[in-house]
């Protein structure tokens, strides 16, 4: 075994390359970052062969001054740390002074840069680490940087790479993050000479949205904000039907600088899951602003991981924040009216259907009236007279119920409605800290161990607030004595293993908190569940809690209450469209 001995400044810097270049989007974000540090308006990325070949950026910044190009290159040498203390309050997207240093050792590096106070300006060119002397050059002020053949002397990590057209996705992806949040700069990304994203200096954020996610749904998307101290939000969500299993779509930045936080990504989850179906993300743009001395971005070499100096204010605020804006969103509720209203009724020339049941119209005749035009057929029912005006809806399966609206048809879940109507009523019930229980006139007991029969004990008071009364009764036995009296159809061994669940899940969670998973999860158990049978009265008294709630698009866990499916969508769907 060999001497241990220092290694050479190329192999360290090749050795810091693996952690800060890991491809060609790696290189165009340090070197964009830079850009936006610098000032700079304009920023212009061109790529070749998905940047294995070329990767060429320029900017309009304040650029690099002569005597400090050779420092550019140098591993350590930055403009944005002095002492140690500057590390406590990281205000620039870049500070660690490796960025160039680690792209040089592992290309060829031409850079040519001018200041305003120069005439002319300075290159400079390293070959895979090997740095060679500046010299002057024609330049605009500014700055350009020339990567070419990365990894090219490095076969093994050059291997790795993807195709032209995947590794071009990836870095035009940065360059997309990075024009949403900073207004004011214009952006533009070309790969093989072709134009595929570009936006303005004087673009706005609706137009940022508009060339990242789309037009559409840009223009659906809710803007949210919130003011505070210490933590600032700004935000864009799209509708539910844009969200996705994976978080591409989700851009969270923290004073400028696109990050990827568990922590946040579960506040964003956690804000939308009564909008979005459960396992998806949105579509979101979140911008947080907090002073840099309550956090330290100093984590991660790619510097996309934070960590908050106080991390329940963050998740709070997130969480709070989306839910607040989301409850007010356009699409909370159906432009085709709230549920049983009678303004879809009135549109009808015919009398509104009782409430029937698929499986009851074998051998019942059926005469459809003549409809207006533009409304569907909708099986009018022949029904006995006392029997008509008792709703428009048609059960279907003991699930779905269907009526006719203007344009189409709408779809309504009796679970989801029930989940979503049970939850409101006992937020507003706690709200009000008037929450009916029911006492149970023989205790519901359930075994458990001794270590769950403690850990439930600890919450009783939480539980007490929601209309649960929990005791010991014995040393292993749990007896419920008192449930919420308006859900009749909790069932006490579920409600105590979702209590369990809940109180183990959420250990270091404030009672809030666990106040909320509780109404959640008593919300769905005393719901009337799929294929369960519900006669007119209980159908209609359903859709009479439901008429004015302040969100019926989903139930507590983010699944649809309501689907609207319009004329073209049926016509299309018999292909007559």
């Given at each position: 075994?060999?001497?241990?001995?220092?290694?050479?400044?190329?192999?360290?810097?090749?050795?810091?390359?693996?952690?800060?270049?890991?491809?060609?989007?790696?290189?165009?974000?340090?070197?964009?970052?830079?850009?936006?540090?610098?000032?700079?308006?304009?920023?212009?990325?061109?790529?070749?062969?998905?940047?294995?070949?070329?990767?060429?950026?320029?900017?309009?910044?304040?650029?690099?001054?002569?005597?400090?190009?050779?420092?550019?290159?140098?591993?350590?040498?930055?403009?944005?740390?002095?002492?140690?203390?500057?590390?406590?309050?990281?205000?620039?997207?870049?500070?660690?002074?490796?960025?160039?240093?680690?792209?040089?050792?592992?290309?060829?590096?031409?850079?040519?840069?001018?200041?305003?106070?120069?005439?002319?300006?300075?290159?400079?060119?390293?070959?895979?680490?090997?740095?060679?002397?500046?010299?002057?050059?024609?330049?605009?002020?500014?700055?350009?940087?020339?990567?070419?053949?990365?990894?090219?002397?490095?076969?093994?990590?050059?291997?790795?790479?993807?195709?032209?057209?995947?590794?071009?996705?990836?870095?035009?992806?940065?360059?997309?993050?990075?024009?949403?949040?900073?207004?004011?700069?214009?952006?533009?990304?070309?790969?093989?000479?072709?134009?595929?994203?570009?936006?303005?200096?004087?673009?706005?954020?609706?137009?940022?949205?508009?060339?990242?996610?789309?037009?559409?749904?840009?223009?659906?998307?809710?803007?949210?904000?919130?003011?505070?101290?210490?933590?600032?939000?700004?935000?864009?969500?799209?509708?539910?039907?844009?969200?996705?299993?994976?978080a591409r779509r989700v851009h969270l930045f923290l004073n400028g600088r696109w990050v990827r936080?568990?922590?946040?990504?579960?506040?964003?989850?956690?804000?939308?899951?009564?909008?979005?179906?459960?396992?998806?993300?949105?579509?979101?743009?979140?911008?947080?602003?907090?002073?840099?001395?309550?956090?330290?971005?100093?984590?991660?070499?790619?510097?996309?991981?934070?960590?908050?100096?106080?991390?329940?204010?963050?998740?709070?605020?997130?969480?709070?924040?989306?839910?607040?804006?989301?409850?007010?969103?356009?699409?909370?509720?159906?432009?085709?009216?709230?549920?049983?209203?009678?303004?879809?009724?009135?549109?009808?020339?015919?009398?509104?259907?009782?409430?029937?049941?698929a499986d009851d119209l074998q051998g019942e005749s059926i005469s459809v009236e003549k409809l207006?035009?533009?409304?569907?057929?909708?099986?009018?029912?022949?029904?006995?007279?006392?029997?008509?005006?008792?709703?428009?809806?048609?059960?279907?399966?003991?699930?779905?119920?269907?009526?006719?609206?203007?344009?189409?048809?709408?779809?309504?879940?009796?679970?989801?409605?029930?989940?979503?109507?049970?939850?409101?009523?006992?937020?507003?019930?706690?709200?009000?800290?008037?929450?009916?229980?029911?006492?149970?006139?023989?205790?519901?007991?359930?075994?458990?161990?001794?270590?769950?029969?403690?850990?439930?004990?600890?919450?009783?008071?939480?539980?007490?607030?929601?209309?649960?009364?929990?005791?010991?009764?014995?040393?292993?036995?749990?007896?419920?004595?008192?449930?919420?009296?308006?859900?009749?159809?909790?069932?006490?061994?579920?409600?105590?293993?979702?209590?369990?669940?809940?109180?183990?899940?959420?250990?270091?969670?404030?009672?809030?908190?666990?106040?909320?998973?509780?109404?959640?999860?008593?919300?769905?158990?005393?719901?009337?569940?799929?294929?369960?049978?519900?006669?007119?009265?209980?159908?209609?008294?359903?859709?009479?809690?439901?008429?004015?709630?302040?969100?019926?698009?989903?139930?507590?866990?983010?699944?649809?209450?309501?689907?609207?499916?319009?004329?073209?969508?049926?016509?299309?769907?018999?292909?007559?469209?």
């Open positions: 075994m060999s001497r241990i001995h220092k290694l050479d400044s190329v192999v360290i810097d090749q050795i810091a390359a693996g952690e800060v270049v890991e491809r060609p989007a790696s290189v165009v974000k340090e070197m964009v970052e830079n850009a936006i540090d610098a000032g700079a308006t304009r920023i212009e990325v061109s790529l070749e062969e998905g940047g294995a070949r070329k990767i060429e950026v320029r900017d309009n910044g304040s650029g690099i001054a002569p005597e400090d190009l050779l420092l550019a290159v140098t591993s350590h040498a930055t403009s944005k740390l002095s002492v140690p203390s500057d590390l406590e309050a990281i205000a620039s997207l870049g500070f660690r002074g490796e960025a160039l240093a680690s792209i040089a050792s592992v290309a060829r590096l031409r850079v040519v840069s001018r200041t305003p106070e120069c005439r002319a300006g300075t290159a400079l060119e390293v070959n895979f680490g090997r740095i060679g002397e500046p010299h002057e050059a024609s330049s605009p002020k500014g700055t350009r940087f020339l990567v070419e053949d990365l990894f090219a002397e490095l076969p093994a990590r050059r291997k790795f790479m993807k195709r032209p057209s995947t590794e071009a996705a990836h870095a035009q992806a940065w360059v997309e993050r990075l024009a949403l949040v900073h207004e004011g700069i214009g952006f533009r990304f070309e790969h093989d000479g072709k134009l595929t994203f570009e936006v303005h200096p004087e673009d706005d954020l609706e137009s940022r949205c508009a060339a990242v996610f789309g037009k559409g749904l840009a223009k659906n998307m809710v803007e949210i904000e919130s003011q505070g101290d210490p933590l600032s939000c700004s935000a864009r969500i799209g509708p539910p039907e844009s969200a996705r299993r994976d936080d568990a922590s946040l990504l579960r506040a964003v989850r956690e804000g939308v899951k009564e909008f979005v179906p459960i396992g998806h993300y949105p579509t979101l743009f979140l911008a947080l602003h907090i002073h840099p001395n309550r956090v330290d971005v100093n984590v991660h070499p790619q510097k996309t991981e934070v960590r908050f100096r106080d991390e329940r204010i963050v998740f709070g605020t997130v969480v709070n924040t989306l839910r607040r804006g989301l409850a007010s969103a356009p699409w909370a509720t159906r432009a085709v009216g709230a549920i049983g209203s009678s303004a879809m009724q009135e549109t009808r020339s015919f009398p509104a259907p009782s409430w029937q049941r207006p035009d533009g409304v569907a057929p909708f099986l009018p029912m022949e029904v006995a007279e006392e029997d008509r005006g008792k709703g428009q809806f048609l059960s279907v399966a003991n699930t779905f119920l269907f009526r006719a609206v203007a344009g189409g048809v709408e779809i309504i879940d009796q679970h989801a409605l029930h989940e979503r109507v049970n939850l409101e009523e006992l937020r507003k019930e706690v709200q009000r800290g008037q929450v009916i229980m029911q006492p149970m006139l023989v205790p519901a007991l359930v075994d458990l161990s001794r270590t769950e029969l403690d850990l439930l004990l600890t919450k009783a008071e939480t539980f007490l607030k929601l209309g649960v009364d929990i005791e010991a009764f014995g040393e292993t036995t749990l007896a419920i004595r008192g449930v919420p009296a308006r859900l009749q159809r909790l069932h006490p061994e579920k409600l105590v293993r979702d209590l369990l669940d809940i109180a183990g899940s959420f250990r270091e969670a404030s009672p809030d908190q666990i106040q909320e998973e509780m109404l959640f999860s008593m919300s769905c158990r005393g719901a009337v569940m799929a294929g369960d049978h519900l006669d007119a009265t209980a159908l209609e008294d359903l859709i009479k809690r439901g008429a004015h709630l302040p969100q019926d698009r989903t139930c507590a866990h983010g699944r649809p209450v309501r689907v609207f499916l319009s004329i073209e969508d049926l016509e299309r769907a018999f292909y007559r469209r």
